[in-house]
């Protein structure tokens, strides 16, 4: 009888975790179409990549989306934790994908773990080489895979040896959850003038391919030692295209703008008036500009000499750099490339010649980098030979394996600005500060074991039109319902501690009475000995008369409308604004794709909206507050062509607010 109720339980036990898989796997599977809509659609990676990213969770089987999951990492943010995801896929199926061996040095690389990477860079060589027929799109040529053999070996012996510099992240008043690149600051820093491709403040309503804003130019000005909330500098200075400063005169009275939409991108300049402004820009005369991009520059103090970064034929190969000196005439005319004493076979960009005139510091992909540009100084020995001291680089921690450029200095020695790509960051690209450490570094010691570190994950909560922080509550959780400790570092801003031997997926819930609450899914890899800081900033909405929201989560079983439970978390953020904003009002909007007939998509639909207006108002929201309306395929969002994109996207729910 015992062993019959033992098979009973395994066999109940079974089918549990049977039907808990195929859950999974169905949550994997929605997550995996949306995401491939959006990239398909819109091409807005960002939110792709989280959707990716909880397919992934779901079902840790699913090639396709732990493959995905991992590139769209390495391409975009985070870039180490992609390593989760390829490894995934490689212990499961090594030949899944081509390339499979590259991608993961690549995430090992960024995450500084050089020998990992060079052990994947070998395997793929190896596959390279016993492959030599093999003509895929996912072929990663032996000349990038030494590349990055080179700048791995390079990395090793710069972190091995950290340079003695500070470097700190110039704020939330400067950067922002996009790129902030291209500081430029006046000789005191009283100001900042730098590109963002934030959508906050910025006068282009168009978007570029990747579902962002254009560039635009902000300035933020120095008062009491802080940085104040960085505004645009506006159309005067701004247009429809792409434009980035690059430079600013040695007085701060003449500000250099790099423009798109004119040849393949050219160089412009733009004047202080006396009151302050500053007049429309005009390209720059003479010789410099060509019908191939200019990307950046920078002037001596006797606005005399120029260097510039431009992609004319005749370099070395990609961008080089190039001199240009005034003739007799006040005419820039003489353009010399400064040769391999400082360009190479990659991209050399980014110029800024110091204060002193003579020592010049740029951005290469060459050289001993350790991955993506590196910042290197040379000192000007003879511009008409072109000689100049052996280019060094700048080390760590000011460079990193992604991309550390468009440095420029002030008139205090050893402190400098620059765009850098780091953990610690916003978002993308964020602007710093590099200055000498305060302290003299201490007599070298034994290292003592440090012992696990909590990955502090830092949220910063404002308001959406203001951009002022906000008075909100802020709660994290594992997707078990564990609760995260915190502290309130100031207002609207709060820190996080999450220690887990492995990669986790948690959840971030902001609520604040008066705006739409946000519930965010965020994926934290484990914590190690090294301190890691993860900055995420959110924009509260208020609510709105009007105001449409999709409730992303919420799932239900095909064909049915009996709610999922991965859909409660969405619904009890819900609840929660209900209760907070009591006068609110809204309707529950039920939306399907074209499959079936359309009186069994509208009833569908209406019973799938009951199925909210329910569960709100058995968790205590009064049924007068909420109206829930079955609309069936009339709405859609996008095409229904085909299951992988618009069907998946239109099945939703969706609230609209009629009161508040």
């Given amino acids: 009888m015992y062993l019959r109720r033992g098979f009973l339980l395994l066999a109940l036990s079974c089918g ?9 796997k169905e949550q994997a599977r929605q997550y995996f ?43 975009t943010l985070q870039k180490e934790a992609g390593i989760i995801y390829l490894l995934r896929v490689f212990r499961q199926s090594p030949n899944y994908r081509f390339d499979l061996e590259y991608q993961i040095g690549l995430s090992y690389q960024f995450g500084l773990k050089f020998d990992k990477a060079i052990e994947f860079y070998n395997r793929y060589r190896t596959k ?3 492959n030599p027929g093999y003509k895929g799109k996912d072929k990663v040529e032996l000349k990038e895979v030494v590349r990055k053999l080179e700048e791995c070996a390079n990395g090793k012996e710069l972190v091995a040896a950290p340079k003695p510099f500070a470097i700190t992240n110039a704020g939330p008043q400067i950067n922002s959850e996009f790129d902030d690149y291209a500081p430029v600051v006046n000789a005191d820093e009283t100001e900042m003038i730098f590109t963002s491709r934030r959508r906050d403040g910025n006068l282009n309503e168009n978007v570029s391919d990747d579902n962002r804003p254009y560039e635009d130019i902000f300035v933020s000005k120095r008062e009491g030692g802080s940085w104040q909330p960085a505004t645009n500098m506006g159309n005067v200075v701004n247009s429809k295209f792409n434009e980035s400063n690059i430079a600013l005169s040695p007085n701060g009275n003449t500000l250099f703008i790099y423009r798109d939409g004119v040849g393949e991108g050219d160089i412009f300049t733009s004047t202080r008036q006396p009151n302050g402004t500053w007049s429309k820009p005009v390209p720059l005369p003479g010789a410099i500009n060509s019908s191939f991009r200019e990307s950046s520059i920078t002037i001596n103090k006797e606005e005399t000499m120029i260097f510039f970064a431009s992609e004319r034929p005749g370099g070395l190969g990609g961008l080089d750099i190039y001199s240009c000196v005034k003739d007799k005439k006040g005419l820039w005319t003489i353009v010399r490339n400064l040769g391999p004493g400082i360009n190479t076979e990659y991209d050399d960009e980014g110029p800024f010649l110091d204060y002193d005139g003579k020592t010049l510091y740029f951005s290469s992909k060459g050289r001993k980098g350790m991955g993506g540009y590196d910042i290197f100084k040379a000192t000007l020995i003879n511009l ?31 402190r400098f600005y620059y765009s850098s790509a780091r953990n610690d960051g916003f978002g993308y690209a964020d602007i710093y500060l590099i200055s000498d ?95 890691q800081t993860i900055n995420r900033r959110v924009l509260l909405r208020k609510v709105a008369i009007g105001e449409v929201s999709a409730l992303r ?32 009002q809204v309707e529950i909007g039920g939306h399907t ?37 079955g609309y069936g395929e009339e709405r859609p969002l996008v095409s229904n062509d085909d299951e992988a994109g618009g069907r998946e996207i239109n099945r939703r729910v969706e609230f609209k607010v009629l009161a508040k």
Avoid: C
Avoid at 390 to 412: H, K, R, S, W
Avoid at 554 to 583: P, Y
Avoid at 593 to 622: C, H, M, P, W
């Fill in 16 to 24: 549990f975790a049977a039907h808990a898989q195929q859950q999974d």
């Fill in 33 to 75: 179409e949306m995401a491939t809509e959006i990239m398909t659609k819109t091409r807005a990676v960002d939110d792709a990549r989280e959707l990716m990213v909880i397919a992934a969770n779901f079902d840790t089987t699913n090639l396709r989306a732990n493959t995905e999951a991992g590139i769209m990492h390495v391409r």
């Fill in 128 to 130: 390279l080489n016993n």
């Fill in 384 to 414: 008409e030979k072109r000689e100049w001291s052996e280019p060094e680089n700048l080390g760590y921690p000011i460079n990193t394996p992604d991309d550390d450029v468009f440095i420029v200095g002030t008139a205090t020695p050893n």
């Fill in 437 to 531: 450490k305060k302290d003299e570094p201490e007599a070298p010691k034994t290292p003592e074991k440090k012992g696990i570190q909590p990955i502090k994950f830092i949220v910063e909560v404002v308001d959406a039109e203001t951009k002022q922080p906000v008075e909100a509550k802020a709660r994290m959780r594992g997707v078990d319902n564990t609760a995260i400790g915190s502290a309130t570092l100031g207002t609207g801003v709060f820190e996080f501690g999450v220690m887990s031997n492995v990669p986790k997926e948690y959840i971030v819930s902001i609520e604040l009475d008066g705006y739409i609450f946000e519930n965010l899914k965020v994926m934290l890899g484990r914590a190690t000995e090294e301190t």
């Fill in 553 to 584: 989560h919420v799932f239900f079983d095909f064909g049915k409308a009996s709610l999922q439970e991965a859909s409660f978390d969405e619904l009890n953020m819900m609840v929660t604004m209900m209760k907070q904003n009591e006068s609110m």
């Fill in 593 to 629: 794709d074209d499959v079936g007939s359309d009186a069994f998509n509208k009833k569908l639909s209406q019973q799938r909206a009951d199925a909210v207006k329910k569960y709100l108002t058995d968790n205590g929201i009064t049924g007068r507050r909420i109206r829930s309306v």
